[in-house]
């Protein structure tokens, strides 16, 4: 009985850091993108991809990733985003 305990709780806590780190991935996801809106304008936000795919391409945390498809390869300019 006592180990049934001990996996519930373990499961459980990777419950909640998969969570956390979800949580900490949208709030990353929505600066960014509020941030590129902001600082280079309206015509380079519109050339990110949609937010689920941000999202979801948990790999990538460098803005300047998601930026070289809409500067057309030019990342220079963004390196304070």
């Known amino acids: 009985m006592i180990t049934g305990v001990y996996i519930i709780t ?23 993108r509020i941030k590129v809106l902001n ?7 519109r050339h990110l991809p949609p937010f689920n ?15 070289e498809g809409a500067a057309g390869g030019r990342t220079e300019d963004h390196e304070n985003v």
Request: proline residues 0%; hydrophobic residues 65%.
């Open 10 to 32: 373990a499961l459980l806590c990777l419950i909640l850091l998969f969570i956390t780190l979800m949580v900490k991935r949208i709030n990353w996801v929505l600066n960014a």
């Open 39 to 45: 600082e280079l304008g309206y015509m380079v936000y």
């Open 53 to 67: 795919t941000m999202l979801h391409s948990f790999w990538i945390w460098d803005i300047n990733k998601f930026l």
